[in-house]
């Protein structure tokens, strides 16, 4: 016992050293790994439910299989404890673990793009996390994904592992933002399409993509532009969650209360920066005044007050720590009704952030509205709610009802 004691003084002095010998601050360095580690949302996807932080177990549905997060704390049995500084790397930034490679569910492509620097503190944090004593669950692929070998063709076609170049035409907030983005935020690992072999199409970055069941809406400056989105309202989504444009859910909700949330107002403002190109003047945002008399005339208004209007306001409105507002919803106004529908037929469950900040849970209306009720209801949001969404079809709505339920 007393020799094992001895020997990790020894090893903890040797890293403390290393990261000295280069001008570092071990305890700095830690701090700035920790912050480092929420901006890549690694407590998101490497934590179940409840479970100790960093002790993985998280499920991954794919088309080819479940793939579990691992262990990434400081336990030498069951974490990365053990892992040397170029392990570490390996893993993060080439998917090549000491165990073999890792599947692309570890956003590896884009964390290739993290700068040396960072990297080295978020390796000095993850060396001082608290060890988690919590065994790795096998991933459960199918054949041929379940050989790992393959993973290293895959990753000749499909892996860009450029490292991150700043724009001098652009300013420091954008270039900072941009990094944030497509480096540790790894954004467009959900909100860029994939093809066939699932790797990400980069010539659409950032373009939307289904993920989990739920749209990932298209980012582009040009997109949230016409939405209204401006460099005031984008931050303050990012920075808590909500804004007078709707409020996070499904997979966004975990980035937001993992990640986003928890940055410096400076970093979530230069990520909307970057999103909006500089923030430049989006688009006149359309007024939304009451329901008019000639809209409550729509069969959808019906369905509206019958079923959204309680939680929502009579006016689409919302009501604060309830339920957020339709009128101006970016979902709601979003062409692609995917997400609306999706959440009508699913629900939402209730999302806390903190002691001052909670949803109540959406209900699911599926079994609830026909197709034809669908339609009526999202063709009234989008006159009432939306001013510029195009009407939709009872059979538009119909397909992607097949695909969410």
Request: charge should be neutral; include cysteine.
């Amino acid at each position: 016992m007393i020799k094992k004691t001895l020997l990790a003084l020894v090893l903890g002095a040797m890293a403390s050293s290393a990261f000295a010998s280069n001008g570092d601050d071990l305890p700095d360095l830690i701090k700035r790994g920790e912050y480092l580690a929420k901006a890549g949302d690694c407590e998101g996807c490497h934590t179940i439910g409840d479970g100790q932080r960093y002790g993985g177990g998280r499920a991954f549905e794919t088309p080819i299989g479940t793939i579990y997060s691992t262990n990434i704390s400081s336990s030498k049995k069951y974490g990365i404890g053990n892992f040397s500084y170029e392990d570490f790397v390996n893993a993060v930034q080439k998917g090549v673990a000491p165990r073999g490679n890792l599947y692309p569910a570890m956003p590896y492509e884009p964390y290739a793009k993290i700068h040396p620097a960072d990297m080295k503190a978020l390796y000095a944090y993850f060396m001082h996390t608290k060890p988690v004593n919590q065994v790795n669950r096998e991933n459960d692929m199918i054949f041929p994904a379940n050989i790992r070998f393959g993973l290293k063709f895959w990753n000749m076609l499909e892996v860009d592992d450029k490292p991150f170049k700043e724009n001098p035409e652009k300013s420091a907030a954008w270039n900072r933002g941009a990094y944030l983005v497509e480096s540790l935020g790894h954004c467009g690992e959900c909100h860029t399409p994939r093809n066939l072999l699932m790797g990400s199409e980069n010539d659409k970055a950032l373009q939307g993509n289904v993920v989990n069941g739920l749209n990932a809406p298209n980012l582009t400056a040009q997109r949230l532009k016409r939405e209204g989105w401006d460099l005031a309202n984008l931050t303050e989504f990012l920075q808590t969650g909500k804004s007078a444009k709707g409020t996070a859910f499904g997979e966004m909700f975990i980035v937001e209360k993992h990640s986003l949330t928890l940055l410096d107002h400076k970093d979530n403002q230069a990520i909307a920066t970057y999103l909006l190109d500089d923030g430049t003047t989006p688009n006149p945002v359309p007024s939304y005044p009451p329901v008019s008399a000639e809209q409550q005339k729509m069969p959808g208004y019906q369905v509206f007050m019958a079923n959204c209007a309680g939680c929502h306001g009579n006016n689409g409105q919302g009501v604060p720590n309830v339920a957020p507002p339709l009128k101006g919803n970016a979902t709601v106004a979003n062409p692609n009704i995917y997400n609306t529908v999706a959440v009508l037929f699913k629900g939402i469950p209730t999302q806390r952030y903190n002691a001052l900040q909670s949803y109540y849970a959406m209900p699911s209306y599926n079994g609830k509205l026909d197709a034809k009720a669908t339609t009526d209801l999202l063709n009234f949001l989008h006159k009432a709610m939306a001013d510029s969404a195009p009407a939709v079809t009872e059979k538009e709505v119909s397909d992607v009802m097949k695909k969410v339920k």
